[in-house]
């Protein structure tokens, strides 16, 4: 590991401090470094902690933990309980092209009494958080995915072992938040207050966990309805975090927006379609808000990334990606905008977290098929009509 280096020198604004975790060669964007600092300014804000995956985000910057003795539901966002988790995956064989082909429509969502015989409810227990049964078992839109994936390199094989893994076993990355229910909390927030704070921490709080648990259950839906589809048992995840929640922590609201939970945690950073993803240690300090980057982070704008990925690439080479993967999407517009080269190097943000002593690395993950959107043609016909409940 090279010398652990202290954050960009911190900066003041009004009363709270901003700290980059990242290196100068590293892509950070001005706008996001002054929507920091807008942040900064807030009334009853005390330190904003930047991840190297900063950008800039709706109002907010994407990659940043933000402490306050307020709380600001715009701080978290739309999608509360967006999170990364991860199962373990047996599969026989495992190719890309005959797997890519069995994915379900994960567009489609289940509904409890139409789908009542779907063999994916067997990991929901209990009632479904904020009795919310719109959109389950579904993926979303933007940066969302589901991904099978090999482990790759191996960096510390105690830790692996520990969580049950070695090189070239199977796993299951699921990224996905709390749909509807989470943009339907914050909406009902700002066509009142705005931008302003939450009034009633407290009644904010309560539905805003309902949404966390929603994005989780949803996570464990969406595995297990793959799992089903490609011949595999549905598996506990041995990692679920959430990086878009706000959390009571040492007396103050500390928001995360695009910023994964870094005390001690095991933490998977999400690369792009065309590269490795990262399963790290994360042991972020008070400096750092206790977080870590939860991605590599765009560096491009969707319209950008339209516009540039149209020039230079083909549909057909989107699809297949540097390290030999398979991209399942049939919303073109979407495979552009979601293109590799729309993210920063997720080598660079990895680097910089181990540098300022934020994490360690114990595996990759390579991707073999992220599922973005149903490619109609390919998906199974008996996934693309809807099953009878039981009568």
Known sequence: MSQQRPPL??????????AVFASPESWIESDALTQCHQVAALDGMTHVAAMPDLHPG?????????????????LVGSD????????????????PEKLAARFPDLDRALDPEQDADDPAWVVVEGDIPAGHVEGLGTVG????????????????????????????????????GSRGLGERILREHTAVHGAGPAPDPGAYLAMHDDAVRWGSLNRRLLAARVAHALGAEPAEPFLDQCHNLVEIRDGVYLHRK????????????????????????????????????????????????LRRGRAK???????????????VCGDRQLLFEEAPTAYKRIEQVIADLVDHGLATPVATTVPLVTYKTPDLGSVPQRDQRRKRGRR
């Not at 690439?313 to 991209?327: K, M």
């Open 258 to 305: 695009g910023a994964a939970p870094g005390d001690g945690r095991d933490v998977l950073i999400a690369g792009t379609r065309g590269t490795p993803s990262y399963l790290v240690a994360a042991h972020a300090g008070p400096d750092a808000n206790h977080s870590v980057a939860h991605g590599a982070g765009r560096k491009m704008s969707r319209s950008d990334a």
């Open 141 to 176: 839109r933007g940066n969302h995915f589901v991904e099978l994936a090999r482990i790759g390199t191996v960096f510390d094989p105690g830790h692996a072992s520990r969580l049950g893994l070695t090189a070239g076993d199977l796993v299951l990355v699921v990224h996905s």
């Open 9 to 18: 020198p911190p900066t003041a604004a009004g009363p709270a401090t901003v």
């Open 58 to 74: 709706k109002g907010a910057p994407i990659g940043a933990a933000m402490a306050s003795t307020v709380l600001y539901p715009f």
């Open 80 to 95: 509360i309980g967006c999170g990364i988790a991860v199962f373990p995956m047996k599969l026989k064989r495992a190719v």
């Open 313 to 327: 690439h083909t549909v057909e080479e989107l699809r297949r990606t540097p390290v030999g993967s398979l991209v």
